[in-house]
């Protein structure tokens, strides 16, 4: 067999996100196959063998790869409508158009939202699908296929939705799938893709849509589905002051205590948004291990509210960070979620070190490693760990005055990517995509687009 192939990073600032918060101000980082050889100050040890490639990175940061805890990708294909609403009208203002995806839009849209992330950082992404219309094609496989030929790490949430207008949820009754069917189709999800494997380039996770879309049977029946597989659970919770006030009418509990009922707590479950938590909901997600995705932008874009992620944090919750669907969040961007988490926070707890530079980042990597339930092998730089990670360029206007190279990454402008490695493999040179046309997805993704608007409008 020949010896794995080596490939050296120089002369760069490292930021290894370990449990120490290792940082080097010039180290080198050594890849052999898919994983992290070795890293340290300096340049590499003399006499490597096999080292194909010897990148000097002079003038960058390398840090742990984004991981991206939150997202829908069939939203691509309707950014910027209802964009004054909050969530609940903007539910009910975009589901009539949402029920209409079929495979090639998915296709189209899961295309545009990875390489929107893949160049900018991302190199974990996760996608919460949960609309299935009667008759749509092969969703999962599109998106899945879609994140295998980009070359991105993915986790895809199976989602799904049976409480429509008929019994009192938002969706239309037409978009949504009977209990019988989501679960049937989520276990058939899991055992066609899911990959246990330590270095799983696809997983699976269950992931009923919200409390106000889904019935109390398909929560925990969900669950147990999910332990019976072994794997991740994920739903959205607390986003708003709307969704408090629906679950005590119709639980007569709030949302914390009522997915506590229903199996919805513990160390293989992940929620996105956790806006309205007070501090029994708080504890409740320390004692439980239940992860958190943080949404700074989404949440502000509908106006929900403020997560309070310091709390979160100071408890003990494991805290990643979420895009969330580009429906409300236009940018579709991971990178810059690391700044306004740190800036959103800080106004939420009136605190001017509420967040630091250091918890951003380490919320952005291994903190959304944590939450997908991948710590061990993703999320920080350190020997063994899979070789996820990416070369921020920070030597030019936008960064080079800037005193340190973190406080640059955070605070400052996007930073531009050079290179972004998955699996020990590159996908981004100089901040195009090598492993797909960015310009074809963009033709594409407006086309679909269209067509969607099309079919919604009746035409
Ligand atoms: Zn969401």
Request: glycine share 10%; aromatic share 6%; net charge negative.
């Amino acid at each position: 067999m020949a010896a794995a192939q080596r490939i050296v990073i120089e002369n760069c600032s490292i930021a290894t996100v370990d449990a120490s918060d290792t940082e080097y101000a010039s180290g080198h980082v050594v890849i052999v196959g898919n994983r992290i050889e070795s890293l340290g100050a300096g340049r590499a040890p003399e006499g490597l063998e096999n080292v194909v490639r010897r990148i000097d990175a002079t003038g960058h940061l390398v840090t742990p790869g984004l991981v991206n805890t939150h997202h829908h990708f069939y939203q691509w294909i309707t950014r910027g409508l209802a964009t004054d609403h909050n969530l609940f009208n903007w539910l009910v203002a975009l589901y009539p158009t949402w029920a209409r995806i079929d495979e090639p839009m998915v296709r189209s849209a899961a295309q545009g939202s990875l390489a929107m992330m893949a160049r900018g950082g991302v190199t974990t992404a996760m996608d919460h699908h949960y609309v299935y219309p009667q008759g749509s094609g092969d969703l999962s496989g599109a998106i899945i296929g879609a994140a295998r030929d980009m070359g991105v790490r993915f986790t895809l949430a199976r989602g799904s939705m049976d409480r429509s207008e008929k019994d009192g949820g938002l969706p239309p009754d037409f978009a949504v799938e009977t209990l019988e069917g989501a679960l049937a189709g989520t276990e058939e999800t899991v055992k066609q893709h899911h990959d246990s494997s330590f270095d799983a380039m696809t997983q699976i996770a269950v992931a009923p849509c919200s409390p106000f879309s889904i019935s109390t049977e398909l929560l925990k029946q969900g669950a147990e589905l999910a332990r019976r597989l072994g794997v991740r659970m994920h739903t959205h919770g607390s986003e708003t002051v709307e969704e408090e006030k629906f679950c005590h009418e119709l639980f007569g509990m709030g949302p914390t205590d009522y997915f506590e009922s229903t199996g919805w707590l513990g160390e293989d479950v992940w929620m996105a948004h956790c806006v309205h938590m007070n501090d029994s909901d708080i504890a409740a997600f320390a004692r439980t291990k239940t992860g958190v995705a943080h949404c700074p932008s989404s949440n502000a874009r509908l106006a929900a509210g403020i997560a309070r992620v310091p709390d979160m944090l100071a408890a003990g919750v494991p805290v990643g960070l979420g895009v969330d669907g580009t429906a409300s969040n236009e940018s579709g961007e991971l990178h810059t979620e690391l700044r306004n988490a740190l800036l959103i926070n800080r106004l939420g707890a009136h605190r001017e070190a509420a967040l630091n530079a250091r918890q951003a980042l380490r919320l952005g990597t291994f903190g959304g490693a944590q939450v997908l339930g991948r710590a061990a092998e993703i999320g920080s730089l350190e020997p063994g760990k899979l070789a996820d990670l990416v070369l921020w360029k920070l030597d030019t206007l936008a960064h080079a005055s800037i005193a340190d190279p973190v406080t640059a990454l955070v605070f400052g402008a996007a930073a531009p990517v050079t290179a972004s490695f998955v699996n020990g493999r590159q996908i981004v040179e100089d901040g195009r995509l090598l492993t797909a046309d960015e310009d074809a997805i963009a033709r594409a993704t407006r086309e679909q687009a269209q067509r969607l608007a099309r079919i919604a409008a009746g035409q």
